[in-house]
């Protein structure tokens, strides 16, 4: 690392520990702290997913910017305070050099956490729903960062497929196009957030984190680059309904229309109608699925590790 990339990241002890010696860490985002879920939950359901890595023997590494520095690992005080930070930036790949820059404090989104943990060394990385091609999108262009980052830094991205608030065969598409292996774990379909099924395909099955970790050692050893998408469908007692969800987006998306909601604020804006249209059941289920992909994501960067 070159002496300005160790002025703006500050890596924790122990996961430089981590690093040094070799154990497995797992990368998490904090977009999902800023703008996905409200505090307190956004806390607790930090604490847990964390614990759940931990529990694993993995070291869990929460990626965010605090006053323009790149912070891998955050201590319990530094995520509280975060937490509770209702001036967050959301942070993807374009705002990194100006949230840094301009000593700002803010949560990455998952191309901006796959950035930082490549600098920091860390292969995997687990988060709730990446982005993706929005509906109606031929109108918008509107098409997330995190599929192109997902061509660019090697890392793999375990999630539970994406929201339908978002158009998921164009998504599927676009992701064929980059060149991004897109892995159903044990289901040949990709999930959609909410509910295993979106009748959509992934492009291939498989059924344990050791064939991943083998997936992502092939693709990097061939120098092929960008991540490896894992889709991990949400379990079954938590899904949701798929009409009551497909109306809370319909609604959620026509009143981003009629208060012409755009560019970065469409994401977390559509989350949290979601959530409040639901009744926050969305919200429990996104808590669920988040402590099911870090379990799986834990036993990818073990296995990962062990074939090193
Ligand atoms: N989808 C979710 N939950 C989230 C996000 C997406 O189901 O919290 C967040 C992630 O941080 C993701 C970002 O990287 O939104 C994508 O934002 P945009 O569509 O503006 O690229
Ligand atoms: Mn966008």
Not at 51 to 56: F, G, L, M, N, P
Not at 107 to 133: D, Q
Not at 210 to 227: F, P, R, S
Not at 281 to 294: G, K, M, Q, T, V
Request: a positive charge; hydrophobic letters at 40%.
């Amino acid at each position: 690392m070159n002496k300005n990339k160790i002025k703006s990241i500050e890596i924790s002890e122990e996961i430089l520990n981590a690093l040094k010696s070799g154990q497995p860490i797992v990368a998490l985002e904090s977009t999902i702290i800023s703008h996905g879920m409200p505090y307190p939950q956004n806390l607790e359901t930090s604490n847990l997913v964390e614990q759940i890595i931990r529990k694993e023997n993995v070291i869990p590494a929460t990626i965010a910017i605090l006053k323009g520095r790149i912070k891998i690992g955050l201590s319990q005080v530094e995520l509280e305070s975060f937490a509770k930070n209702k001036n967050l930036t959301k942070v993807s790949r374009r705002d990194l050099p100006v949230v840094i820059s301009q000593k700002q404090t803010g949560g990455t989104t998952v191309a901006a956490t796959m950035i930082c943990a490549k600098l920091a060394g860390i292969s995997v990385f687990v988060t709730g729903g990446i982005g993706g091609v929005h509906r109606n999108s031929e109108n918008t262009l509107d098409v997330s960062a995190d599929l192109i980052e997902l061509s660019k830094s090697n890392v793999a991205v375990v999630c539970a497929g994406i929201k339908s608030i978002l158009d998921i065969p164009k998504t599927l598409e676009y992701l064929e196009t980059l060149g991004i292996p897109v892995i159903g774990y044990k289901t040949k379909e990709f999930p959609a957030f909410y509910s295993a099924k979106s009748g959509f395909l992934a492009q291939t099955r498989m059924d344990n984190p050791e064939e991943i970790a083998n997936c992502m050692k092939v693709k990097w050893n061939l120098g092929l680059q960008g991540g490896i998408v894992v889709g991990n469908p949400i379990k079954k007692e938590f899904s949701m309904n798929e009409k009551v969800i497909e109306e809370s987006i319909s609604t959620a998306l026509k009143e981003a229309s009629y208060k012409n909601i755009t560019g970065k604020e469409i994401t977390p804006f559509l989350l949290e109608k979601v959530s409040e249209l639901t009744n926050n059941e969305s919200l429990n289920s996104n808590i669920s699925l988040l402590c099911n992909n870090a379990l799986l994501g834990a036993k990818i960067s073990i296995a990962f590790q062990t074939q090193s």
